[in-house]
């Protein structure tokens, strides 16, 4: 028998699948419905993608699946709205 089959981690087994390779980054936030998130590929824009962040988030990772050897970045296009005091403290 195999001494690394002796050796796994119960964790291990029970893996459904591939294991992430960098550690997961940090989640977008929900911003203002006045804000947007707008997606960038190599300084160039590429689409606006709502104010959720779960949204957002989903669009930049497809993008930087699909674009692996570009810079993809996204940018926030802040509140505008006068007096508007959504989601801050």
Partial sequence: ??????????????????????????????????ALYEIYVNGQYVESVGNLGGNAQRALDFYRRKRRKQAVEIRIQSCRVPGCTWGRI
Avoid: K, Y
């Fill in 1 to 34: 028998m195999n001494t690394r089959t002796q050796t796994l981690d119960s964790r291990d087994t029970q893996a459904d699948g591939l294991r992430a390779v960098c550690p997961p980054s940090e989640p977008l936030t929900d911003l203002c419905h006045h």
